[in-house]
């Protein structure tokens, strides 16, 4: 009776034992933001700040807040949408609210096309998508502030280098 109950008990060890997995913590798997990186148009090779900047995503309520609102920057990482394959955003320069709450700064609108790669990181971050081909395009208008625009990286697999530089 001993012999079976040292028997059992060795069983029910060994099957915990081997029933553990790793922890399923999430380090490694996050979806890239896109870098954008402020130029002088005048000297190209320059950095330059955006005074004030604001930038919206179209159609939302707050700002980006992946960076703070209305600093003076010469570069950002946005997000771009992970369900659709463009993502458009009102960047404003030198951002100020009037005395009825309006916007007073120079709004250009800038989407960015691209195509979505679902890329499995692991099972406990699932899926991140990443980003290919990814093409600006600058809402034509007389005021605009931004003069041009230069993609760098038309990949977006990481956050940690500028992939679209924008010249003002």
Known sequence: MQKLKWVLYTLLFAGIITS???????????????VLEFF????????????????I????????NTFTDRSSVNNVQIPLKTDVDATTFLIISNSATNDTGQETGN???????????????SRACGFVI??????????????NWITDIEVIRASITNSDST?????H
Request: hydrophobic letters at 35%.
């Open 20 to 34: 553990c997995e790793k922890d399923d913590i999430c380090v490694e798997g996050n979806t890239p933001l896109l």
């Open 40 to 55: 002088d148009a005048a000297n190209p090779s320059a950095n330059k700040n955006v005074t004030a900047l604001r930038i």
């Open 57 to 64: 995503g179209e159609g939302q309520n707050s700002t980006v």
């Open 107 to 121: 709004i250009d609108t800038l989407t960015f096309n691209y195509d979505r790669i679902e890329d499995f990181a």
């Open 130 to 143: 990443n980003y290919d081909n990814v093409s600006p395009e600058l809402l034509s208008g007389s005021g």
């Open 163 to 167: 992939h679209v530089k924008i010249f």
